[in-house]
Each structure stands twice: as structure tokens, then as C-alpha cells.
């Protein structure tokens, strides 16, 4: 018996696994939680492999919702968002969410089928060369050429997607290669040579920076998303208050520090706040971390911080010195480097007048909006939403507008409750994130804020939070026009509104009860206090259409080619 025992031991350890085998046991082993995937041919070995999986399968209504929710999936939760796509179209659909992952710094793991090994290049039916067409917009990409590389692969992916500047990696997967029977291959250790980021900052230029703070009279620090992808934000508020510098925020870095708190200046750029702009402008001490000088942030070159010594820390190199000549370059993790940067015996530096003068700006041109008129406003609406649910909720925007109000009038007061596409400034991209973020915390309230035009690029997404009972908020700042176009158009363009009006919609509360989900039309502000009070905290999936002023627009604004300090809109 005990022989016959051995022998059925030795049997199962060499048992033959497929691909896909090999796949879903690597992903169990990277404690994968959920997979956002659709199939199709090329992947069927693939699924049918999960139909036995213990990891939850989302199926998005689309490939494009499917990536999407990952990078909701990603931001919130910190780690690689995983999905599946089937091989030629299934494959290009993502490709606008490997762009805007990219853009933005989110890791993802993006798996695509392919045709078999033996076709590939002959144009076969749904082939597409994935590879050549995401190598711009992937931090690496791999095809999967023998059964054997599976778990290295997978493993070297999860490593690369999340260490550094986090990004995504694609695999593609020929059929073949996933139906394919072979023993298990050996385990492997990471060996990158090639891929070594530097995460501790050079101790000389830790010195420099500190020396440069304790001679400013006007120093600022701008926050990035970089802070929020180390997790840095209690070495920031730290190293701030340790050394009274004021903070200003880029889109995509609120949330970083806190915005109820005196040090915190506001968001800056395009539509940033006076104050945030003009510190930029007027500071001699610019201390960047984690951000990369986007355009939208700095506005015309000539005019952006002339008067600053400018500091830069940052994971990738590439960015030091891109855009925005630097004096103190330091490449490293924000967490270590301010960790270290708060170990310094630098003295605070000497400037009271300076933090008076941030103070009295931000007394005298504070966002602002005509409170007056008739109709419900879009800024009103953000400021119900933070008093009522106490800033506490994850806050996932589409592009335009309405993503602009939720940034200037939802004060994040935390870490992780911002979700927006920044870089590629994707439509489509809020509500399908959101199923992410949901997902990512399940406890969370979390708001879809969306404009009409953007959320009707992914309706479809409603049965993906029905199936699930997912609680999300479907926000809908409805004016019937794509909200930034048309304010475009009316400034720059003499108001020749060339199809920015949406005249013709669907009812979004019929469109809701389609799929079995509460809706609610409203049309002032009586209507939303009673209405938010009574579905804010339901544990059910819940629209909202508000029919907002459609001809109000986004102020302040920094018109193309401007600088900074040359803001329309400011309060009078």
C-alpha cells in the first residue's frame, strides 16, 4: 500500500498542465483577487480553465469598460489590475486603456489571446500584430512563445507593472500555446539586469535640497500622483508641516495631502485655483514630487516658476529635466526620499510674509460661482456631495467639465479617493473605473461622476453593477452638450457650437430601469437634498440625472499659450 501510495504521489507531482494551467496558477500565486475579461476564441483554453477558478471573472459589457475598471481596480487598491481580451478586436479594444494606464502610471497585467504560433503573420482570422501596435504604450509587452516561460513571464510582468513608475504589461498568448500539455517548469527567480529602478535617493543631492529649503523666502511643494503611488502621504504631511511649506496639488495628485488642513494651497493648473497658480509663479523654491510637469499643469514654459530653483524627485528619470529645466534632480521612490529628507537637521526657513501672502489670496480669489441665477448649478452639486457624504467617498470622473468641478469642489481630505484619467483625458473612462474602485473597496461609497456625453460611451457598463449589485452612484451633470467643447467653442471660437449640443438623449432613468437599477431626474436643489439623503448610503446601485445650468462653464481657466499668472474667471 505504501508503495502504490509513493507511486500515485510521484504520478501527480509530474503530471502533465497546459498553458492555461500554468497561467491561472501563476495568477493564484500573485493573489490575484479579480480578473476584468470577455471571451473569445483565442482565450477559450484560457476560460475554460476559469470556469474552475477560485479568482472572481468580471465581464464588462466591452473590452474597453473591462480595462478601465482595472485602472479603477488599480488606483484604489494599489495593485496590478488583470485582464483578459480575446485576440484581434477583442486586443485593439484595449488599447485606449494600455494608453491611458500609461499616461497615468497604473499598473495593469493585460493578457491577449492570439492566433496559433503556426499562422501567426498570415493575416488569420481576428490577428493582430498587439505587440508592434502597444509597444508605445506599454511599459513592456511579451509573447509567450513556449509553455515553459509561462510562470517566469507572469511573474517578471507582475514585478515590472509594479515597481518603478508602475505601468502595464501585456502578454499574448497564442492558442497553441495555452492549450499545450507539458510537465511543469522548475520555478524561477526575477532576473531583470536590464531593469534595476533606483528607488533611494542620492544622499549629496538629499543635502542639496535641504540646504536650497533652508535659504527660500518663497519655497512651494507640488505634489504629484507620484506621492500617492509610494504611499507617501504621511511622510509628506510630515515633511510639510516640519518645514512649513505650502502645498499645491496637480490633478491627479489630490488627495495626497490634506485639503481641510493650513499648509494645503489647492489644485494647480488649467483650471487650478488663484492661489495655487500664482504660487507657482511667484515661489523661488520649487520642490516637485512625483508629478510630471504636464502641460496642462504649467501652462506656457516661458512663464512658469521664472523666479525658482527647482527641485524634482521622481521614480523615472526620464522626467527629470523633460520639460521644466532642473536644479536639484533626485531620482528615487517619494517615500524615500522624504523619509530622508525629514531625517535632515535643516532649519525651516524664514518665511512668515510668504505664507501670509498664500493666505490672504486664498481669502480674496477663492473658487467661485454666480450663486445668484436660476437653475441648479454643477459646482453647487459637487459641494452637496462632499457635505453629504463628509468628503469620505471615492470620487471616480469621465473627462470634461464635470471632471474640472468634482476636483475643485470635492475637498479630499484622504489618500486613494480620487479617480480620474488625467494624461489621455479618456471619455468613457469614469463609470466603467468605478466598478473598480467599487470592487477594490467594497465598504466605500463610491460616486461615478460623469457628464451625458461621456456616459453614454459606456452605458453598457450598467449591467456589469446590476449583476453584482454594486452600490455605485451614477452622478450625471447633465447640460446636453459635451460640456468642454461647447465652453471651448463659445470662448475661442465666436460660439459656433459645431455638434457639441446634444440635443437628442436617452431618458437615463429609463435607461437605468432597463437593467433594473433605481433612477432619479433632478432639477434643483430642493430635489437633490431629498434625494441624496435617502439613496447617498443605499447598498445598491443608484442614477442620478441632474439637470444642471447648461451654460455654465469652468473657471478659472488658462487659455492656450498663456501663463500661470494669466487667468480668466478669477473672482472680481
Known sequence: MLQEAALTETKTETESVTGADLLLRALEKENVEV?????????LPIYDKLYDSKILHVLPRHEQGGIHAAEGYARISGKPGVVIATSGPGATNIVTGLADAMMDSLPLIVFTGQVATGVIGSDAFQEADILGITTPITKYNYQIRSIEDIPRVVKEAFYIASTGRPGPVLIDVPK????????PPEEQEINLPGYQPTLKPNYLQIRKLTEAVSRAKKPVILAGAGVL??????????????QQIPVIHTLLGLGGFPANHQLFIGMAGMHGCYTANMGLTECDLLINIGARFDDRLTGNLNHFAPNATVAHIDIDPAEIGKNVPTTIPIV?????????????????????????????WQKEFPYFYDKETTGLKPQ??????????GGDAIVVTDVGQHQMWAAQYYRFNKADRWVTSGGLGTMGFGFPASIGA????????????CGDGGFQMSTQELAVIKELNLPVKIIILNNMALGMVRQWQEIFYESRFSHSKIPVQPSFVKLAEAYGIKGYVIQSEEEAEAILADVLHSREPVLLDFRVDPDENVYPMIAPGKGLHEMVGVKP
Do not use: N
Open 35 to 43: 480578473i476584468f475579461g470577455y471571451p473569445g476564441g483565442a482565450v
Open 176 to 183: 497553441d500555446i495555452a492549450s499545450l500539455a507539458a510537465e
Open 229 to 242: 503611488h509610494a504611499r507617501a502621504s504621511g511622510e509628506l504631511k510630515e515633511y510639510a508641516e516640519q
Open 332 to 360: 528615487a521612490d517619494a517615500k524615500e526620499a522624504l523619509e530622508q529628507l525629514i531625517q535632515q537637521d535643516g532649519k525651516p526657513p524664514a518665511h512668515k510674509e510668504w505664507i501670509e501672502t498664500i493666505q490672504q
Open 380 to 389: 453647487k452639486v459637487m459641494e452637496m456631495l462632499h457635505s453629504k457624504t
Open 438 to 449: 467599487q470592487l477594490a473597496d467594497p465598504d466605500a461609497c463610491v460616486l461615478a461622476v
